[in-house]
């Protein structure tokens, strides 16, 4: 995988992520774990996926291919705009208006969206980010048919920005309500985030609700570490596979490494 060269674009591509996750949150039906307030990798950057607006279904699309924003409908109407760093106030506009000549009007608080400044927008490091994405997603797509149990779609957060995707044991934590899919199921979440407050640098990350201490005692692959600084999860620095001779593998041995861990541990306290 190249070295690192859109720190610069990620944020701005950010926002533009979470003007659409608000449509589709306004939009969308619910789904558990609010899936339906995250995106989709697509085959040129990310989308909604098709949202119902009856009688006729909608999408937004980041085609970071062509550097456009896309709408389309199910009734023929269709629009592209140029990405090129537009403010958040000005993305959400240009959004807003194309959706309401279709005569859909989402209800979004504009608050978070009011800064007029423009972004930084680098075509070159923007297309390489989306070439990342779709690397990693093809190979959690490889990981996510090795699992026998439930999974979620892999959804890109906008609020955060990561791309994840979680894995069920099919155990209730106890003393959650069960009705709280949120807090009920145990889950493991694995993911990819271009850098935050906790971590300012890519990383791939797995975490575990509940966290179970023993998980810790667990080798991790080269480069990879236990992180217990603001949340408690293994990570993978992005640059380790940069460099390594088999990325590929070593980013698979990290998430089978430690799926492989946190299963051997539910299955034997599922036996007490």
Do not use: C
């Amino acid at each position: 995988m190249p070295p690192v060269s859109w720190g610069a674009s990620w944020p701005t591509l950010q926002v533009y992520a979470q003007v659409l996750g608000k449509v589709r949150r306004a939009l969308a039906p619910r789904q558990k774990h609010w899936s339906h307030v995250s995106l989709r990798v697509s085959t040129t950057g990310l989308t909604t996926s098709p949202m119902p607006h009856p009688p006729f279904l909608v999408e937004l699309a980041l085609d970071l291919v062509a550097h456009e924003w896309v709408y389309q409908s199910s009734k023929g109407t269709a629009e592209r705009r140029p990405l090129g760093g537009q403010s958040p106030a000005a993305f959400l506009a240009e959004v807003t208006a194309v959706l309401g000549r279709d005569g859909l009007h989402p209800e979004i608080d504009p608050a978070p969206f009011h800064d007029e400044r423009v972004g930084v927008y680098d075509q070159a490091a923007v297309g390489e980010f989306a070439a990342v994405l779709r690397q990693i997603y093809m190979l959690m797509s490889q990981f996510k048919g090795e699992l026998r149990g439930e999974t979620s779609p892999i959804q890109m957060w906008p609020h955060h920005f990561d791309l994840a995707m979680l894995a069920f044991s099919g155990r209730l934590v106890e003393g959650q309500d069960p009705a709280n899919e949120e807090y009920a199921d145990e889950q493991m979440n694995f993911g990819f985030a271009p850098a935050d407050a906790s971590i300012p640098e890519p990383y791939f990350y797995i975490t575990a609700y509940p966290f179970q201490p023993q998980l810790m005692e667990t080798p991790l692959p080269t480069a990879a570490y236990w992180h217990t600084a603001g949340f408690t999860g293994a990570i993978l620095p992005y640059a380790a596979l940069t460099t390594a001779e088999a990325p590929d593998q070593l980013l698979l041995g990290f998430w089978r490494t430690v799926y492989g861990a946190w299963e051997k541990i539910v299955k034997s306290e599922s036996k007490r």
